[in-house]
């Protein structure tokens, strides 16, 4: 067989009838999509939370107010403002002020531990942060120091709730330490008194759609987290091609749930800004791991738009009431950040009668490349073909010119509106990255003879855990600086829950001791939960190359053999 290039794009053919294969796209930042919204749909419902509903109206003159406030303490185009929240109203109401004003949003996962958000924050040189204060007394009291930022605008859960949840829910958050009064000082001011401030309202700033609107933060296979520049244009564009590849969503009339957390690009994309394109209203929910309030909002909201990660489809298909829940409501479901296993997407649609678009992307193409066709050809296991205006070519590991023919095994290369403009400050990275209008993304596919693509591993050593990242050279670093470990290396092994959980492989330093209990404890001081390993086995020694690189593959194999699973 010979190679298969661009020119060909196979994958056009089996698109959903009505899917095109260029997008006209709108040329618009956005706030200006969230601007059409609002006119066109401003009573409809926007943001769901409890008893909290606030229509597109009330969340437009919200975010008026909001940026407001934000614009008293120095926020103005360019600005990095994070925002360090779970799924709340007003982590979507910030979002929409911040690209009101056209600062830079920075999504910062409220898992992270200090160490986590000191990098990241003064990396992007963060000025204003908006926060919980169960977070900012738990995490950034003792932070300020180090870090450059000049405001913090404390929330608490209940902001948007009403009577009588208003008052409830403090009592009860407090007891689960989720709810914390900050003392007034300096550099602190509450959400509410900003939005209460009396401030004056700035026109809305002259944003380019060239012009950054998110730096999301990704981990490397090597180094530090690096800030994602994703562009207004890369985000419009993109909300506009899932909005194109799901032709049977209907403007201003379906509900989401926005479980997917909003600091992983793919809830930020696919839940928060595809349902204010589209006139969506969000049933939100901070904790995805509460199963059964997901079933009850799925029942009692009617959710239709369920964008959700494979380890979400497992829990609600071994939900153990879930033949006692409507949940025929469901109608379009799209799966990401890892693996889908046959037998989870076949269980959820018999239970269901949903279908599931299984895809592929990265933080660096906003996040999605590659989706599975809703209504036509469907293939499982496979990431599906390219999106509308996407390119995609399998080429030599090695040179990464040379196209594989079809059917071999390649790196796995895009082109499109969605992909990044680079990482922040890192043009060397940048530059390895994207070359030629092309993104590396560092992952092994198969394209086959209908330009379906499957990927077969990873270039790269990245572990998904329950839909997270996890770079292993991160967790070896934070476990290499423990006193009596000599090298560590971690890998990724497959779990049925999680899709892939973390195992580390230690090696001490002669004449020390440790047990994997005191190294564990040691990453939970030093990383985010889920990062933290499941496994730790002691080894007198690791194997290296012989240019003396330890040989991840080598355990990876190893450990599948031993289990079985090779």
Same mark, same amino acid.
């Given at each position: 067989?010979?190679?298969?290039?661009?020119?060909?794009?196979?994958?056009?053919?089996?698109?959903?009838?009505?899917?095109?294969?260029?997008?006209?796209?709108?040329?618009?930042?956005?706030?200006?999509?969230?601007?059409?919204?609002?006119?066109?749909?401003?009573?409809?419902?926007?943001?769901?939370?409890?008893?909290?509903?606030?229509?597109?109206?009330?969340?437009?003159?919200?975010?008026?107010?909001?940026?407001?406030?934000?614009?008293?303490?120095?926020?103005?185009?360019?600005?990095?403002?994070?925002?360090?929240?779970?799924?709340?109203?007003?982590?979507?109401?910030?979002?929409?002020?911040?690209?009101?004003?056209?600062?830079?949003?920075?999504?910062?996962?409220?898992?992270?531990?200090?160490?986590?958000?000191?990098?990241?924050?003064?990396?992007?040189?963060?000025?204003?942060?908006?926060?919980?204060?169960?977070?900012?007394?738990?995490?950034?009291?003792?932070?300020?120091?180090?870090?450059?930022?000049?405001?913090?605008?404390?929330?608490?859960?209940?902001?948007?709730?009403?009577?009588?949840?208003?008052?409830?829910?403090?009592?009860?958050?407090?007891?689960?330490?989720?709810?914390?009064?900050?003392?007034?000082?300096?550099?602190?001011?509450?959400?509410?008194?900003?939005?209460?401030?009396?401030?004056?309202?700035?026109?809305?700033?002259?944003?380019?759609?060239?012009?950054?609107?998110?730096?999301?933060?990704?981990?490397?296979?090597?180094?530090?987290?690096?800030?994602?520049?994703?562009?207004?244009?890369?985000?419009?564009?993109?909300?506009?091609?899932?909005?194109?590849?799901?032709?049977?969503?209907?403007?201003?009339?379906?509900?989401?749930?926005?479980?997917?957390?909003?600091?992983?690009?793919?809830?930020?994309?696919?839940?928060?800004?595809?349902?204010?394109?589209?006139?969506?209203?969000?049933?939100?929910?901070?904790?995805?791991?509460? $199963?059964?309030?997901?079933?009850?909002?799925?029942?009692?909201?009617?959710?239709?738009?369920?964008?959700?990660?494979?380890?979400?489809?497992?829990?609600?298909?071994?939900?153990?009431?879930?033949?006692?829940?409507?949940?025929?409501?469901?109608?379009?479901?799209?799966?990401?950040?890892?693996?889908?296993?046959?037998?989870?997407?076949?269980?959820?649609?018999?239970?269901?009668?949903?279908?599931?678009?299984?895809?592929?992307?990265?933080?660096?193409?906003?996040?999605?490349?590659?989706?599975?066709?809703?209504?036509?050809?469907?293939?499982?296991?496979?990431?599906?073909?390219?999106?509308?205006?996407?390119?995609?070519?399998?080429?030599?590991?090695?040179?990464?010119?040379?196209?594989?023919?079809?059917?071999?095994?390649?790196?796995? $290369?895009?082109?499109?509106?969605?992909?990044?403009?680079?990482?922040?400050?890192?043009?060397?990275?940048?530059?390895?990255? $994207?070359?030629?209008?092309?993104?590396?993304?560092?992952?092994?596919?198969?394209?086959?003879?209908?330009?379906?693509?499957?990927?077969?591993?990873?270039?790269?050593?990245?572990?998904?855990?329950?839909?997270?990242?996890?770079?292993?050279?991160?967790?070896?670093?934070?476990?290499?600086?423990?006193?009596?470990?000599?090298?560590?290396?971690?890998?990724?092994?497959?779990?049925?829950?999680?899709?892939?959980?973390?195992?580390?492989?230690?090696?001490?330093?002669?004449?020390?001791s440790a047990t994997a209990d005191e190294l564990t404890e040691h990453c939970r001081e030093n990383l985010a939960a889920y990062k933290v390993p499941r496994d730790i086995e002691f080894r007198a020694d690791l194997p290296k190359s012989s240019m003396m690189k330890l040989l991840r593959r080598e355990l990876r194999a190893e450990e599948l053999e031993k289990r079985g699973l090779a």
């Open positions: 067989m010979t190679a298969t290039t661009v020119d060909e794009r196979r994958w056009h053919e089996h698109y959903d009838a009505g899917v095109l294969a260029n997008v006209d796209f709108h040329e618009v930042t956005l706030y200006e999509a969230f601007e059409r919204t609002v006119k066109r749909f401003g009573q409809r419902p926007a943001l769901i939370f409890m008893n909290c509903r606030l229509t597109y109206a009330e969340v437009a003159e919200e975010v008026c107010k909001l940026s407001a406030g934000l614009a008293s303490l120095g926020v103005t185009k360019g600005t990095r403002v994070a925002v360090h929240l779970p799924n709340l109203p007003q982590t979507s109401i910030a979002v929409l002020a911040i690209m009101r004003l056209g600062g830079h949003v920075v999504m910062t996962n409220p898992l992270y531990v200090p160490r986590e958000i000191e990098h990241q924050w003064n990396d992007a040189q963060v000025k204003v942060a908006i926060t919980g204060g169960w977070l900012y007394q738990s995490k950034l009291a003792a932070l300020r120091p180090k870090l450059q930022v000049e405001h913090y605008v404390i929330s608490h859960v209940p902001d948007y709730l009403r009577f009588p949840l208003n008052l409830l829910a403090p009592l009860k958050l407090r007891k689960s330490g989720l709810h914390a009064k900050v003392p007034a000082g300096p550099g602190i001011v509450e959400l509410r008194a900003l939005l209460k401030g009396g401030h004056t309202t700035p026109a809305p700033a002259q944003t380019q759609l060239g012009d950054i609107a998110l730096l999301q933060y990704t981990g490397g296979t090597t180094g530090p987290a690096k800030g994602v520049m994703l562009s207004h244009g890369n985000l419009s564009y993109h909300v506009q091609q899932l909005r194109a590849w799901l032709p049977t969503l209907r403007d201003g009339e379906e509900v989401a749930l926005g479980s997917l957390p909003y600091f992983h690009v793919f809830g930020f994309t696919c839940s928060m800004l595809l349902s204010i394109y589209t006139g969506a209203a969000v049933v939100l929910m901070p904790n995805p791991r509460d $199963i059964d309030r997901m079933m009850s909002n799925i029942q009692k909201h009617r959710i239709s738009l369920f964008p959700a990660v494979p380890a979400l489809f497992n829990s609600l298909n071994q939900h153990p009431r879930l033949t006692e829940y409507d949940v025929s409501s469901i109608r379009c479901c799209v799966s990401g950040s890892a693996p889908l296993p046959a037998d989870v997407l076949r269980r959820f649609e018999e239970l269901t009668g949903a279908k599931i678009s299984e895809g592929f992307g990265m933080t660096e193409c906003s996040p999605c490349t590659h989706c599975n066709p809703i209504g036509g050809l469907r293939k499982v296991g496979s990431i599906g073909v390219p999106l509308p205006n996407t390119d995609a070519r399998i080429v030599d590991p090695d040179d990464g010119v040379t196209d594989m023919p079809v059917g071999t095994e390649g790196e796995l $290369i895009v082109s499109g509106p969605q992909v990044m403009l680079g990482y922040w400050g890192r043009d060397e990275a940048t530059a390895a990255t $994207i070359r030629d209008g092309w993104l590396y993304t560092g992952d092994l596919a198969v394209m086959d003879d209908d330009g379906f693509f499957r990927i077969v591993g990873r270039k790269k050593d990245m572990i998904l855990a329950s839909g997270y990242n996890v770079y292993p050279d991160e967790i070896d670093r934070v476990l290499a600086g423990h006193p009596a470990v000599f090298e560590a290396c971690t890998i990724g092994i497959p779990d049925e829950k999680r899709g892939e959980t973390v195992k580390a492989f230690v090696a001490l330093l002669p004449g020390k």
